[in-house]
């Protein structure tokens, strides 16, 4: 069988690619052919776990490299550029960067008990879960290591224009991410880079289940989703597998609804 990617020398860097949309995304690209290279930011405890999902990326006989850092320092992002230099060689170029990083404050704006949102938590928010896209898109630019048809995506969710409780900071996070998207859509298309936000519909990932009310979410989209189903996150990985092959190179700024109809309801 003839995968897309082979024989390309394309690569996936995949930001938080240990779980969730991340890793779903990793092991589809792996699947087709695509190498890949995973940032992510995991406690040793969860080492083995971890290494039995990335094992399964190496089976599809690609290329494989993970960095368990902080993603959101500029030296160890430096440190990565540095280290895929080496491994790329003269021909490996970066066709797909993925942001899925899941890094932010859930706090309520207003509380008699627990702990409410300050600015430094919105702050510690926006810069993980939006500008650091961008600060990756860049370092990777400068050190010329994308392909000359790259593509750009990232994941935001439909708290980007409702307004759910204890979601406030990543709500603006996300906002700021897409922002940021259409700017690079615009700027960086010259040099033959696309951007994109995938909306994926309600995910049942770790990142959700840490959503004070999850459960409610949850029993809320299985309601309106005209599939009576959650989304999965091989269903988003599929779309970034699309939006990662050739024939979708004319697709640039947008936002995706990935939610089988469920923001339509």
Partial sequence: MVREFDDKNYWALVLGGSSGLGLATAKKLAKEGMNVCVVHR?????????????????????QFKSFNIDAFKSD???????????????????????????KGNLKPMLDDEKPTLNNDDY???????????YDWTKVIFEHQLFAQDARIISFTSEGNTKAWKNYAAV????VTLEAITRNIAL????????ANCIQAGVTD?????????????????????????LTQPEDVANVVYLLSKDEASWINGCIIPVDGGEHIS
């Fill in 42 to 62: 995991n406690s040793r405890i969860q080492e083995a776990e971890i290494k039995a999902e990335f094992d399964k990326i190496i089976e599809e006989n690609v």
């Fill in 76 to 102: 160890k992002r430096e440190q990565v550029i540095s280290e895929l230099k080496v491994l790329f060689g003269s021909s490996g170029k970066i066709r797909t960067l993925v942001h899925s990083v899941a």
């Fill in 123 to 133: 702050i510690l928010t926006i810069n993980a879960m939006a500008i650091s896209l």
């Fill in 171 to 174: 709500s603006a996070a996300k």
């Fill in 187 to 194: 700027e960086f298309a010259p040099f033959g880079i696309r």
């Fill in 205 to 229: 990932t770790a990142s959700l289940r840490m959503i004070p009310g999850s459960d409610k979410l949850k029993a809320h989209s299985l309601k309106r989703n005209p599939f009576k189903k």
